[in-house]
């Protein structure tokens, strides 16, 4: 019989789709690697799986534990999936800007999620990135995974997600493209491609309010460039260990608006119904593929995750002429 015996063996092998509509005007191919057909419906199920049997392996995860995680959602859901699998508690720190349908979902899976404030530096107490890591002090048999710095998330993405882009485009990818949260997609996907072909150019979506692509041009880490922004999931206040600058070749920032409609027309105009930082990933992508592709080329370009988790937002046109997105 042809079954799992578990649902988390099904992370991995998602389609590569070719984008139709959005891509006009461009030379060359985009293809479009669809992560929500995770179970997790997102990109982060792979490093949760990998982040969970890196720390059993080492000693540091043992049965019973807890595990405790600073998540914007989507992590806390694949962490959740695998925790279910080997029998964890699963407590997640969230910052409040974070829409409700991704508090909801974690919930559904059982596990117990505390709200913090949005603005505040990352090192002030309240912050979800301290709490997560007070929680982790506080509470025995605890594992804390700290997405930012673990480097099994990067080793994830370098060991299934590279090598799936690379299998599926039968070597004849030439751009790479993703947005950059923790950094564990861009640099594990990178790492792998660059090995097999050093030529493939890599591009780093960032938003406005996120330090980045600055970092990248300058080596400067710019305060100034912290502001609050609404798009979830990608840009950081801080420079997370799984950013690998030197695998990076150049960063184009994405304002909240411009990923947001893009995020709607990936969904009206190609059926592919995903999250907003998708929309600025492929948003980003085509703004360099519009000067830098030719004719031949390939293009991949990753979408995180999936559109219910956006109804409330990218989704609701009452909301989004509310932020002035739309007339
Ligand atoms: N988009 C969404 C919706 C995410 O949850 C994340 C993870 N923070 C990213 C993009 C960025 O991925 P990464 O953390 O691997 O850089």
């Not at 997560?132 to 594992?143: D, H, M, T, V, Y």
């Not at 780093?204 to 609050?228: L, P």
Request: proline fraction near 4%.
């Amino acid at each position: 019989m042809a079954y799992l015996n578990h649902i988390t063996e099904a992370i991995g092998n998602t389609p590569l789709v070719k984008l139709n509509n959005v891509t006009e005007g461009i030379k060359g191919t985009v293809l479009a690697k669809v992560e929500y057909a995770n179970p997790g419906n997102s990109v982060k199920d792979r490093m949760a799986i990998r982040m969970i049997e890196d720390a059993e392996k080492a000693g540091i995860l043992k049965p019973g534990g807890t595990i405790i995680e600073g998540t914007s959602g989507n992590t806390g859901m694949g962490l959740a999936l695998v925790a279910i699998a080997k029998g964890y508690k699963c407590i997640f720190t969230l910052s409040d800007k974070q829409s409700k349908e991704k508090m909801d979902v974690l919930r559904a899976l059982g596990a117990e999620v505390v709200v913090c404030p949005t603005n505040v530096a990352p090192d002030h107490p309240d912050s979800y990135y301290s709490v997560a890591k007070r929680l982790n002090e506080e509470i025995p048999n605890s594992f804390y995974p700290n997405q930012y710095d673990n480097m099994s998330n990067t080793a994830a993405h370098y060991e299934t997600t590279g090598p799936e882009i690379w299998e599926q485009t039968e070597g004849k990818i030439t751009h790479w493209a993703a947005g950059v949260g923790t950094g564990g997609t861009i640099s594990g996907v990178s790492k792998y491609l660059k090995e097999q072909n050093p030529n493939i150019v890599t591009v780093g979506i960032d938003t406005y309010g996120s330090v980045f692509k600055k970092y990248k041009e300058t080596g400067i880490f710019d305060e100034n460039e912290i502001y609050a922004y609404a798009t979830e999931g990608i840009g950081e206040d801080i420079l997370p260990k799984n950013v690998d600058f030197d695998l990076i070749d150049t960063f184009i920032k994405v304002t909240d608006k411009d990923g947001a409609v893009m995020t709607r027309r990936l969904a009206r105009e190609e059926g592919l119904f995903v999250g907003w930082s998708s929309g600025s990933a492929v948003y980003g992508a085509l703004e360099y593929a519009k000067e830098h592709l030719k004719e031949g080329d390939v293009m991949v370009v990753l979408l995180p995750d999936h559109g219910t988790r956006y109804l409330g937002k990218v989704y609701n046109d009452d909301w989004m002429r509310q932020q002035g997105y739309i007339d």
